[in-house]
T-cell receptor
Framework: NAGVTQTPKFRILKIGQSMTLQCTQD?????MYWYRQDPGMGLKLIYY???????DKGEVPNGYNVSRSTTEDFPLRLELAAPSQTSVYFC??????????????FGNGTRLTVT | GENVEQHPSTLSVQEGDSAVIKCTYS??????FPWYKQELGKRPQLIID?????GEKKDQRIAVTLNKTAKHFSLHITETQPEDSAVYFC?????????FGAGTTVTVRA
């Protein structure tokens, strides 16, 4: 198992550009998450999904969109990138089976800089 | 939503001493409390977790305690070693959403 795979690892965007951060997991987990981590800070939840076709907003969803067409993939879309979106983005998944008390498995992150 | 507060923000300990990090949470419905360790430039890694029906859990030099009445939980690291130097995050989970504390930077002095 590769676990949770994120691409790209690094990206520099100009203000106003758009991009998609890719996330895929091969553990057949129902639950997937996107977090952002600003320097010296904790992780903030952007969006999450409890299964294919279902997504919901987290704490900081503005400026982002997600989709979940398959169990494996959970891409994060940035439209009109702004300097405030400079951060490290982590995708995660878990196998909750309805209990909400299973650990999250994180990808290696995508370091995004918007200039 | 859930609000998790973590203290202290930085902690420096002598090698061999103990380190304690404390967290409080706001939502009494939270039922799962993991701790993650993050080394510089790496992803968070789960080191220990505790569920709401358990008061204490231990794994070698690491232990976690949970007080549901007071809504706080703590991480204890004994006999600290240089490789314990990292940022530690507590988290609380409710309704499938995991909320993190701001992190504690632990430095173990040789």
């Amino acid at each position: 198992n590769a676990g949770v795979t994120q691409t790209p690892k690094f990206r520099i965007l100009k203000i106003g550009q758009s991009m998609t951060l890719q996330c895929t997991q091969d553990m057949n987990h129902n639950y997937m998450y996107w977090y952002r981590q600003d320097p010296g800070m904790g992780l903030k939840l952007i969006y999450y999904s409890v299964g294919a076709g279902i997504t919901d907003k987290g704490e900081v969803p503005n400026g982002y969109n997600v989709s979940r067409s398959t169990t494996e993939d959970f891409p994060l879309r940035l439209e009109l990138a702004a300097p405030s979106q400079t951060s490290v983005y982590f995708c995660a998944s878990s196998d909750d089976r309805g209990r909400g008390n299973s650990p999250l498995h994180f990808g290696n992150g995508t370091r995004l800089t918007v200039t | 939503g859930e609000n998790v507060e973590q203290h202290p923000s930085t902690l420096s300990v002598q090698e061999g001493d103990s380190a304690v990090i404390k967290c409080t949470y706001s939502d009494s419905a939270s039922n799962y409390f993991p701790w993650y360790k993050q080394e510089l430039g790496k992803r968070p890694q789960l080191i220990i977790d505790i569920r709401s029906n358990v008061g204490e859990k231990k794994d070698q030099r690491i232990a976690v305690t949970l007080n549901k009445t007071a809504k706080h939980f703590s991480l204890h690291i004994t006999e600290t070693q240089p490789e314990d130097s990292a940022v530690y995050f507590c988290a609380a989970r409710n309704d499938y959403k995991l909320s993190f504390g701001a992190g504690t930077t632990v430095t173990v002095r040789a």
